[in-house]
């Protein structure tokens, strides 16, 4: 056993069927189905957004079977705000722009489980403005 650390902390210690369960919970879906939808669009939507060194810790510290959606996806080159990023979600699937903002809450909460405060602050200054409440997290503005 080596005396040296992991270069992450542990991973999430739920395996995807869990974190489906967490999702489909909080969330209030009818069925782990309607769970694992969200969770696939939703992951994939951040995969698309997400890039550097960020990408790859919360890559590390998902399951498996999330982390593969999440890195599937080639990141964009326009960032998209908060808002934006729940009216593409919303346009790719036709679903209602408030059932996707539902989807990416209940998604979010999951993730940040896993990732842990720190990572999800460090996430948070990359993305730009308006992830944080879809993190459950007061959006902090800056002072003039």
Known sequence: MSDRPAPFPQPCDRAYEQLLE???????YPTREKA???VRLVLAGLGRQLAG???VELAA???FEAARILTAQ???TQPLTGWAFVKDLATR???SQATTRWDTGSVFAAV???AGPDLITRILRQLPSGYALLF???QLTPAA
Not at 22 to 28: I, L, N, P
């Open 136 to 138: 459950g997290r007061a």
């Open 53 to 55: 060194d960020e990408r």
């Open 74 to 76: 080639i990141p964009g």
């Open 36 to 38: 694992e939808e969200a």
């Open 93 to 95: 699937t036709g679903a």
């Open 22 to 28: 967490k999702v489909r919970y909080d969330g209030a």
């Open 61 to 63: 510290r998902l399951p």
């Open 112 to 114: 940040a489980a896993c």
